[in-house]
Structures are given as C-alpha cells and as structure tokens.
C-alpha cells in the first residue's frame, strides 16, 4: 500500500512537471505576443487619435504584451487595468486584449487632452493618477477617500509626481519613445529594451485607482477632476 502511494506521488509529480514544462515550450515569445497585439494597438490608436507608438509602449512596459499578466495589487491584463478604472471604461474583461487596449487608448486620449497633449504628464498620470499629477502640477494638496493626502506640503515638480515608482515609468516610456522605431510591426526597440533592461522586468507598475474623499476635512484644497483620482505610492 505503501509502494503504491509512492509510486502515484512519483507519477503525479512528473505529470505536473511535464505540463509546466510543456506550457514554458507552448508559452508566446515577446515578439509573437507583440505580433498578435499589434493589430489592436493599431486599430485602436487610430479610433481614439492617438500616437500607436505610446500605446504601444505602455503595453509593453505594462505587461510585456502578455494578455494573462496579474500584478500583485490586482492590476490585469496587458494594459493593467484597476477594477475600478476598469469599470470606468466599460471593460468587462482585461485579459480580453482587444477591449483593454481600446479602454487603455480612450484612458490614454483624455489623458492627452487633460494635460494638453504633454505625453509625459499623461503617462504619469496612467501610472499614478491624474489627480496626483494634477496635485504636483498645481502644488494643491489632495484627499483621498481613504483620508491619504496627495502633496500635503504643497510642491510643484511640473506635474510628474516625486515617486521613484512613477517616474522610473516615466523615463522608461520617454526613453523608449524617442527611439527611433522600424516599421510595424516589428517592435524591434521594445525587444531590444527588454533584453537590456532584467531589473525592470519585475516592476509592477500598476494603476492603484482610488476616488476623492468628498467627506474629508474641507481645509485642503480639492483638485477637480472628472476622473477618478489615484495615490501613487508613498
């Protein structure tokens, strides 16, 4: 009875081992995933008016264009979307790579047109919010819902909030943008990006959404927004 359950243990063990070796095998390469993105990015970026090669780079600095990606503050899908933002932008689904790169396009156009087409504010803004942004632009504090105050000391950085998260993210985008890119659809300069960048593989980059606190302490200035506000991290 003994010899029976280790040898079904054995067997299960390989079993597992084989299936996980099989799905490495099976798994898309970054220039495979980029090929079966490309049509959506492109189609997407041409329905909202927008530059493809900054919702392409989001993609890739989001998720590496994997449709399966889960960050470990909940963010889903290739463009990471928050449930809340999420529902913000009608997407059911974020792993449905057509309808989360159309929401991630339509959340990138306000973006552009909230903070007058400056490309860096409205990546700043995916990662950490528009409120925050809006907050660092201005130097007037924010409350949150949770009673976590953006900017309490009042700075102004131009916009891109002070977090090395954020702006990390920032120079990643900027810097990938500026490079020259080959005709779609090869990505040639996100490949290359990854190979050459290992520590910023593991970054979560994620859109941590939460709403003002219309109930806080009226001392603070609010800053309006028809968006949902973010807190970036601390």
């Given at each position: 009875?003994?010899?029976?359950?280790?040898?079904?243990?054995?067997?299960?063990?390989?079993?597992?081992?084989?299936?996980?070796?099989?799905?490495?095998?099976?798994?898309?390469?970054?220039?495979?995933?980029?090929?079966?993105?490309?049509?959506?990015?492109?189609?997407?970026?041409?329905?909202?008016?927008?530059?493809?090669?900054?919702?392409?780079?989001?993609?890739?600095?989001?998720?590496?264009f994997r449709v399966d990606a889960i960050s470990p503050k909940g963010a889903r899908g290739p463009m990471q979307f928050m449930p809340?933002?999420?529902?913000?932008?009608?997407?059911?689904?974020?792993?449905?790579?057509?309808?989360?790169?159309?929401?991630?396009?339509?959340?990138?156009?306000?973006?552009?047109?909230?903070?007058?087409?400056?490309?860096?504010?409205?990546?700043?803004?995916?990662?950490?919010?528009?409120?925050?942004?809006?907050?660092?632009?201005?130097?007037?504090?924010?409350?949150?819902?949770?009673?976590?105050?953006?900017?309490?000391?009042?700075?102004?950085?131009g916009g891109i909030p002070p977090y090395p998260e954020t702006q990390n993210y920032v120079n990643q985008i900027m810097g990938l943008?500026?490079?020259?890119?080959?005709?779609?659809?090869?990505?040639?300069?996100?490949i290359n990006a990854e190979k050459t960048s290992p520590r910023n593989r593991a970054r979560d980059f994620t859109l941590d959404v939460?709403?003002?606190?219309?109930?806080?302490?009226?001392?603070?200035?609010?800053?309006?927004?028809?968006?949902?506000?973010?807190?970036?991290?601390?």
């Amino acid at each position: 009875m003994k010899n029976k359950l280790i040898k079904s243990l054995l067997l299960s063990l390989l079993l597992v081992t084989a299936a996980m070796s099989q799905s490495r095998i099976d798994s898309p390469s970054l220039p495979d995933r980029a090929r079966t993105l490309e049509p959506f990015i492109v189609d997407s970026a041409k329905r909202y008016g927008i530059d493809a090669s900054i919702l392409r780079t989001v993609c890739f600095v989001e998720s590496r264009f994997r449709v399966d990606a889960i960050s470990p503050k909940g963010a889903r899908g290739p463009m990471q979307f928050m449930p809340d933002t999420a529902v913000r932008y009608g997407l059911t689904n974020p792993h449905d790579p057509k309808a989360a790169i159309d929401a991630a396009a339509r959340y990138l156009r306000d973006l552009l047109k909230k903070f007058d087409g400056r490309v860096d504010l409205a990546v700043a803004a995916y990662n950490a919010g528009e409120g925050s942004v809006e907050s660092f632009r201005t130097g007037r504090p924010l409350i949150l819902r949770t009673g976590k105050v953006i900017n309490l000391r009042g700075q102004i950085t131009g916009g891109i909030p002070p977090y090395p998260e954020t702006q990390n993210y920032v120079n990643q985008i900027m810097g990938l943008l500026v490079r020259p890119h080959p005709r779609r659809p090869q990505p040639s300069p996100l490949i290359n990006a990854e190979k050459t960048s290992p520590r910023n593989r593991a970054r979560d980059f994620t859109l941590d959404v939460l709403e003002s606190d219309e109930n806080s302490s009226q001392k603070i200035k609010r800053t309006t927004s028809s968006f949902i506000d973010t807190g970036g991290p601390n």
